[in-house]
């Protein structure tokens, strides 16, 4: 993966391993930090899938989802992502 520009800013790199997101929280105000970890909990708990549980964070987080890409724009964004499990779903 090479990004290569003359302009400062206008690109941003990124690696993300399997889990890495979740070294990133950040919740759409105003949803708390703690109300995220809470109803993760919860539903974790309750039998939810990874599926599952990564739908309620792309629409509670402000960096899942493309929330990452977002936050960098106008910039372009190069990723390389490692997923280290068979059954990947990019989009859920």
Known sequence: ????????????????????????????????????????????RGGATIHQLNTLRKHLELMKGGGLAKAAYPAKVCVAVIVSFADCRHSV
């Open 1 to 44: 993966m090479r990004c290569v520009s003359h302009h400062l800013f206008d690109r941003s790199g990124s690696g993300l391993l399997g889990g890495g997101s979740a070294l990133l929280p950040a919740p759409i105000p105003p949803v708390t930090l703690q109300e995220l970890v809470e109803v993760t909990r919860l539903l974790a």
